[in-house]
């Protein structure tokens, strides 16, 4: 008899129905911390997915062509000049990029009749956003007006806060490269659907717009995106884009990966004037966020931790007391001629089953509240939008993590059962027989 | 709030003047001259001065804060002392560039000339010296009655290759004293974005200048933007005597919240 025959499961697997209840609160837990993570991960995997999905359409490209142009030492301005030559040589270098857009970068005072924000704007052109149609869903509004009229496109909440609908007319106020104040009126034309914290301080007019209210030439504009084909090749494609730009006689940054709005004061420090140039990928651009990616995982794992942990303790106790029970009965085994190594073997089988049966459950619902918890759409508080990035709760358990989930709690299920299995198998016959317990 | 007050201001310095007749060049030149003249000293300058600034659906601020110049060597810095909470905040003017100073991370941030001054909306050149005549170029705008005053007013259009904060400004003289009275700043796009006031002008004689020096005893500004935001400013204890040497440098400012 060894551990994988039939007879062996049999045994174990009738054992454990002997023991109904016993049993079946033990799958009940082990189904529960299960269905726990598996929740848990998706909860996790929401929060990158989003996190991805709103900064390569809020905020940047896979990787970003940037910098900063300095009129003295102490100003400077996130511009990129003379663009086109750039867009035109990664056009020709880098075939690893599926499309190129060019944005400009801004921080300006919105001022509407009754209200004021402080929000980061973006001069887009939208026929150039492939990405940004597809992801950003309208409220109320076209974003093709964007081409015709002195447009803004708001996200809900700040719509909100600024009391604006579409067809209000907002004031921009911002200071020009060389700091003389400027406004420009414009219309709001599309309010759209928030997409978590990165939506709330980005607002998106044309670039002719920000190119007027920044008294900005055609050639300038705040950085050129580039979308990849393929994701995995972007630190590979990211060294490719700077060692071609110093070919190319372009002065890059040190390699610094934050966003480039927290890079003012470190540039403003440095003694240079012109322009340089800054190579980033999207993380580094969303960085700032980094803290509640590294929350959430972190709060994750201790979460797992402990309950697996207890589940552990309690798993041990239970067969240990299972043990304790069947000692006269493994002491008769033993005599008939069971060898230990079966006797390790059917309580082995018995702690696999268990989490097998228990883990199998624990996916099943796991998987089914997290498409429910999704499908329901289910409005966060802000407090919790700031963490999650999303304005709903969202909940994606990936294949990956369900199976992580049934081979790691499985498994520590089963070895935890080790223990007490050699304990029982260590027993002899007649001691074992002799047991009154 | 302020509303009722600005309305009586405008009123009061309702217009309907006398026939206009325009001001030379040189006349126009030697009236920002003159002021700029008024409000430099060859010594030092300090002063104690308050900041209210009132913002909709927000509570009041009120800052008090010093203000050091040393107009030969173009120095200038702002230590604020009071509320508890922005204590040893300031600004300081090395060369070219302001400094800003928190206390609170112990860092030095370069920032833009123009920048407001500790989150309202006043400016660095609300309290240092005047440099009409250097940065701007003049045209006469008529004559005005403001209240009980004859004014005459003068466009401003900033020269070429100097960074100011307003391209734009204009203002009203007091045709008797020429002590301004109200001045309009206007943003690139001629948008107006601050009026400002000028209700009383003191005077202090300088044993270094070897004359008197003039300085606004009260601002007030009102957001052109943003209506109902609107900031005073009030300069109190105005002191000419020598400071001392070593003032405007970072470790002083420093020392001050340590």
Known sequence: MNLLSPINWLIAARNLLQHRLRSALLVAIIAAVTALMVLLAGVFTAMEGTLLRAATTLMSGDINVGGFYKTSLSQSAPLVTNYERIVALIKEKIPEASYIVTRGRGWAKIVSETNSAQLGISGIDIDQEVGFRKIVQLRAGALDALKSKSGIVLFETQAKKLAVKVGDRVTVLAPTPRGVNNTLDVTVVAIAADMGLLSAWNTFVSEDTIRRLYQLNDSSTGVIQLHLKDRTQISLVEDKVRNMLVANGYLLMDQDPRSFFMKFDTVNRQAWTGQKLDVTNWKDEVSFVNWAITLIGFAFTLVVLILVVLISVGISNVMAIAIRERTREIGTLRAVGMQRRTVLSMFLSEGFLLGAVGTILGVLAGVTIAYAITAARIPLPEGAQLILMSSRLEVLPTRGWILFALLFVTGTITLVSLGPSRRAARLKPVTAMSHLG | ?258
């Open chain 2, 1 to 258: 709030m302020h509303r009722p007050l600005r309305l009586l201001i405008v009123t009061l310095l309702a217009l309907h003047g006398t026939a206009a007749v325009a001001m030379s060049s040189e006349e126009m030149l030697s009236v920002l001259k003159e002021t700029d003249l008024r409000q430099s000293n060859t010594g030092d300058y300090k002063a104690l001065a308050y900041i209210e600034q009132k913002e909709k659906e927000k509570a009041d601020i009120v800052r008090e804060l010093l203000v050091y110049r040393r107009d030969v060597d173009e120095k200038f810095m702002l230590l604020t002392t009071k509320p508890k909470s922005e204590e040893g905040k300031g600004y300081l003017r090395l060369d070219k560039n302001l400094w800003s100073y928190d206390p609170g991370t112990g860092k030095w941030e370069r920032t833009t000339d123009r920048e407001r001054i500790g989150g309202t909306n006043s400016r660095r050149s609300d309290f240092d010296q005047s440099r009409l005549a250097e940065e701007y170029t003049p045209v006469f705008c008529g004559d005005e009655k403001l209240g009980r005053f004859e004014t005459f007013c003068l466009d401003l259009h900033v020269k070429s290759s100097v960074d100011v904060a307003y391209p734009q400004i204009k203002l009203w003289f007091d045709k008797s004293t020429h002590n301004l009275l109200k001045r309009q700043e206007f943003a690139l796009s001629g948008r107006l974005m601050r009026t400002a006031y000028y209700p009383k002008w003191e005077k202090l004689y300088s044993s270094s200048k070897k004359a008197d020096v003039w300085f606004p005893k009260e601002i007030r500004i009102f957001d052109e933007v943003e209506r109902s935001n609107s900031t005073l400013v009030l300069f109190k204890a105005v002191d000419l005597s020598p400071l001392e040497g070593n003032l405007f440098t970072k470790a002083w400012l420093e020392s001050k919240s340590r």
